[in-house]
């Protein structure tokens, strides 16, 4: 299978060919323009002494700074943190916003480090990092992070620089300078999204069936809004277990169960079914919501769906998504998709730049507003030009960023 790194760079040589960007812009783009590995000493509760290998990876910051997730699983590699700050760039500049794509995190396990080891862990991360603040990058959260993670985040910029600046970290709570709605963002631009795709493909909301890979922040919400909509979610799958209703599956009893079991496994009486029924599910739109490649060139022509609505980065491979296309179905891609979160981590930015914050209407508003308009955006110049909405999405965002970078005299 083609590896996350080797699939988004075959999107931007492609995206490049269309736009006949020179060889110089893609040398450009095609690697990050920062790249930083570095190692975290810290001392575990027990005493020992253990190091942890970190990332944090500029891909391009043509169009304004550095923003964006951080992530911490065991597995992170730098080719993961490279694809991730690639596809941010894309995305910032497909939403309209002015920042570059960054990424980075801990190669780290946190289910096995106390909630103490953590948090040295996660403050040892912001000393380490460099350039930082504002004007220069803003670490967001992503797999592995959350409220808590980037509460501390913020915490430690503002110790080391003596001063209180709640827009030099994104996703933080509300009360320390974090925007309303940024937890259900992402969930909630694929829900969007999803209903304008399924408008224009003729598909009612009511009773249309949807399956959703991933329950967690992302899959929760878009599955969540979409019941609540009228669809019928006939399957859902964690990494734990699956479950099905052809009927459609109660989702607040779904969600109740989740937070007790920790699984969407053993749910009411739902038959249990397996993670790759969920993906091959009788259904009409799929939303693979958790990580990336799962469709392949070797599950792709089993995928029954009509509209498959990308909430994770990457879960569509480009041999995948030949066939798919081939038998006409559409595939609505990560950058624009999933982009909910980045748009409100804008948003969030905004607020802390300037101390006046939103209610969660307002952000809902202006997140519906924008991802919308990129997606109007992005079908017509998919019809515009005969290219996928893929094609569309990256042609689109790098036409900006490579402006931006001949203005600046960088190409
Ligand atoms: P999460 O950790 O909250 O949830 C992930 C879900 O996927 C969990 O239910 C987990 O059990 C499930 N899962 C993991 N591996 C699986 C597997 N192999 N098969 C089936 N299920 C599996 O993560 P999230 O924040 O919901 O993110 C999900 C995806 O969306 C990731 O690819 C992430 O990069 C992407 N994404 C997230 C955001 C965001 O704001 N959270 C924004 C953009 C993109």
Not at 305 to 332: K, M
Request: charged content about 25%.
């Amino acid at each position: 299978m083609e590896s996350f790194w080797a699939s988004a760079v075959s999107h931007l040589e492609r995206a490049g060919r269309i736009l006949g960007l020179g060889p110089e812009v893609m040398d450009l783009l095609r690697e990050p323009m920062r790249v930083s590995v570095f190692r975290l000493p810290l001392r575990m509760d027990d005493g020992t002494h253990r190091v942890f290998v970190a990332y944090r990876v500029h891909h391009n910051d043509a169009l304004g700074a550095f923003r964006d997730g951080t992530r911490i699983r065991p597995d992170l590699d730098l080719d993961e943190c490279k694809a991730l700050a690639m596809i941010m760039t894309v995305k910032h500049a497909l939403a309209g916003i002015p920042a570059g794509g960054a990424k980075g995190g801990i190669a780290a396990d946190t289910g096995k480090l106390s909630s103490w080891e953590l948090e040295r862990l996660v403050r040892a991360y912001v000393r380490r990092l460099a350039p930082k603040g504002s004007w220069a990058d803003v670490p967001g959260a992503d797999i592995g992070t959350d409220y808590r993670t980037q509460a501390w985040m913020l915490d430690e910029y503002e110790q080391i620089t003596g001063h209180h600046e709640p827009a030099a970290v994104n996703d933080k709570p509300p009360l320390l300078g974090g925007s309303e709605g940024g937890a259900e963002a992402t969930g909630r631009g694929v829900y969007y999204v999803a209903l304008e795709a399924m408008r224009e493909m003729g598909l009612a909301p009511a009773g249309c069936r949807v399956a959703v890979q991933g329950f967690g922040n992302v899959g929760s919400h878009a599955a969540s809004l979409l019941h609540a909509e009228g669809c019928r979610i006939v399957a859902v799958g964690d990494v734990r277990g699956a479950v099905a209703d052809p009927a459609g599956l109660d989702i607040p009893g779904l969600l109740d169960h989740t937070h007790k079991a920790g699984t969407v496994a053993g749910f009411g009486g739902a038959p249990p079914i397996s993670g790759e029924g969920v993906l091959t599910s009788d259904c009409d739109v799929l939303v693979p919501a958790a990580v990336h490649g799962v469709i392949h060139g070797g599950n792709a022509a089993a995928i029954r769906a009509r509209l498959v609505v990308e909430g994770a980065n990457g879960p569509v491979t480009p041999e995948a998504e030949a066939v798919l296309l081939g038998r006409s179905a559409a595939v609505i891609p990560d950058v624009l998709a999933n982009s909910g979160g980045v748009i409100v981590c804008h948003f969030e930015r905004y607020q802390g730049l300037t101390d006046l914050y939103w209610d969660i209407e307002t952000v809902r508003t202006k997140l519906k507003e924008r991802i919308v308009g990129a997606y109007r955006q992005v079908v017509a110049r998919s019809r515009e030009k005969g290219i996928t909405l893929r094609e569309a999405c990256w042609t689109l965002a790098l036409e900006k960023v490579a402006k931006a970078a001949e203005l600046r005299g960088w190409v």
